[in-house]
């Protein structure tokens, strides 16, 4: 099994950064009108949170109490570090505010003290690109920063009304490309490419195939997390 080098994005892919919105929305302004289910349909918080203008729903990445309710996806910790385990490169790479960066750094580095490296692009007039980083395989839940990513395979995380298009616009490129909804597709496609065997060029949903892996199911790590 070759060792890779592996780029996870952080909100909504390695951490329930949604979530965490709803829940500082909801302790500061006492509206509790609105949910995840019904009221969430687009990149910005207008429709979940509309008691927020813009400036405020940018302020609430540098509130504090955000990191407190901040919360890791299942089987997220779990799942990176079995992969650190077996000897793969963990990295991650994410966008936010300047000024709350320690913050976020401390957040990372508390659930996820094994990874290799972090890497903070300010947001400041961002334009979501992460052209800057490299490696073998890139997991983000945003279209742009997969795309102009440099990484061999780029898997979109999750499936939310923003990466919907997700298919539609990789398939413009000849990328080696996937979506993968949960951790454990996401361990699935790493034992793919680490093997050697690869998953084929695209693939559109790696939960498909994970029941044909019985040795992945036996990983005892892996499975308790699920």
């Not at 890497?119 to 742009?144: A, Q």
């Not at 298009?165 to 996401?186: C, H, I, P």
Request: hydrophobic share 40%.
């Amino acid at each position: 099994m070759k060792s890779l080098k592996l780029v996870f994005d952080c909100d909504n892919t390695l951490s329930l950064t949604d979530e965490a919105i709803l829940e500082l929305y909801r302790l500061r302004t006492g509206d509790c009108s609105t949910t995840l289910e019904h009221n969430h349909n687009q990149w910005d918080y207008d429709d979940l949170c509309p008691l927020w203008d813009r400036k405020a729903q940018a302020d609430a990445f540098l509130d504090l109490k955000l990191f407190e309710f901040l919360k890791p996806k299942p089987g997220a910790v779990e799942v990176l570090k079995v992969l650190k385990e077996q000897g793969h490169e963990i990295v991650v790479c994410t966008v936010h505010d300047a000024r709350a960066v320690q913050a976020k750094i401390e957040w990372i580095n508390r659930h996820f003290p094994f990874i290799d490296a972090t890497y903070i692009i300010s947001n400041n007039e961002c334009s979501m690109n992460k052209s800057f980083i490299s490696g073998d395989i890139i997991f983000d839940d945003n279209v742009n920063c997969l795309i102009t990513s440099d990484t061999f395979m780029k898997v979109c995380f999750g499936e939310y009304p923003w990466n919907r298009n997700w298919e539609e616009l990789a398939a413009q490129f000849y990328w080696k490309r996937a979506r993968a909804t949960d951790f454990r597709e996401v361990y699935y496609i790493v034992q793919e490419e680490a093997s050697g065997a690869g998953v084929p060029f695209w693939w559109p949903d790696a939960s498909e195939k994970w029941d044909d892996v019985p040795d992945k199911r036996s990983d005892v790590n892996v499975a308790a997390a699920f």
